[in-house]
């Protein structure tokens, strides 16, 4: 079965601060996608890649970073975090653009 | 641009009722549609997809039907079960990377 994994689960940041989500998968997919989940909202995309070295920003893009320096890794970087920030963090990747996602457990994040 | 809606925020059920949780969509492009399933503190997972119109399509009990013509995938149980209470989304592809989630529908399977 497909695997992502995230790290950190949960953390609590401070307003300004730096945060840097990790993401790593095991499937061999090319495709990878970050999302952050809030009540009312669903799913929303940040940022997305399909290669080793490229990045594209998603829907809500402002205030995120991402970086992809091999297949099986993701990064999500918030330079300065917000309190709007707080939110549930996945990070999902699939074979095709078109096909399934498999999802990673979440990252908790709380900016304070 | 491509949009999903799903209506119900919240929809409570008792037990053995049919459960219907509804789906509409916009977009100008080829589609696949999907249902992913989060229980409690856990990541999403698909449940259902489709790209084929008028065709139905099932899995664990669960089924919808792609209807172009109306841009609906509702999807559909004759009988709820305790462990269906869940988070579901309803999302659209259109044939390349990005997918386009709906709000989400919280179902509340009740004794």
């Known amino acids: 079965e497909a695997a992502v994994t995230q790290s950190p689960r949960s953390k609590v940041a401070v307003t300004g601060g730096k945060v840097t989500l990790s993401c790593h998968q095991t499937n061999n997919h090319d495709y990878m996608y970050w999302y952050r989940q809030d009540t009312g909202h669903g799913l929303r995309l940040i940022h997305y890649?399909?290669?080793?070295?490229?990045?594209e920003k998603g829907d809500i893009p402002d205030g995120y970073k991402a970086s992809r320096p091999s297949q099986e890794n993701f990064s999500l970087i918030l330079e300065l975090a917000s309190l709007s920030q707080t939110a549930v963090y996945f990070c999902?990747?699939?074979?095709?653009?078109?096909?399934?996602?498999?999802f990673g457990p979440g990252t908790r994040l709380t900016v304070l | 641009g491509d949009s999903v809606t799903q209506t119900e925020g919240l929809v409570t059920l008792t037990e053995g009722l049919p459960v219907m949780l509804n789906c509409t969509y916009q977009t100008a492009y080829s589609t696949f549609l999907f249902w992913y399933v989060q229980h409690l503190n856990e990541a999403p997972k698909l449940l259902l997809k489709?790209?084929?119109?008028?065709k139905r399509t099932e899995h664990q009990g669960f089924h919808a039907t792609l209807h172009k013509s109306s841009s609906s995938f509702h999807l559909q149980k004759s009988s709820a079960q305790l462990s269906d209470s869940a988070l579901y989304y309803c999302a659209l592809n259109t044939g390349n990377y990005k997918y386009v989630f709906g709000a989400g529908t919280r179902l509340k399977v009740i004794a």
């Open positions: 890649s399909y290669v080793a070295d490229s990045t």
């Open positions: 489709s790209s084929t119109d008028n």
């Open positions: 999902a990747s699939s074979d095709r653009g078109d096909d399934e996602q498999y």
